[in-house]
């Protein structure tokens, strides 16, 4: 079974181990922005969607 890619909702863990939520998918489905789980603070991006390990998955439609 392959892995499932990371979309808007899903938790996730970064390259550099920090959990966060994937806000959006933007220029095209290649850069994933991403924000802390909780308590606000920075968004940062990944242009690397398989460096993103889901941890769960949003339970929305899946609208890719």
Request: aromatic content about 6%.
């Amino acid at each position: 079974m392959t892995a499932r890619r990371a979309w808007v909702g899903d938790l996730v863990r970064d390259g550099d181990g920090r959990r966060a939520i994937v806000t959006d998918v933007r220029a095209g489905g290649t850069v994933w922005v991403l924000r802390p789980p909780t308590g606000g603070g920075p968004y940062w991006e990944t242009d690397d969607p398989d460096s993103l390990k889901v941890l769960a998955p949003s339970g929305g439609e899946d609208n890719r």
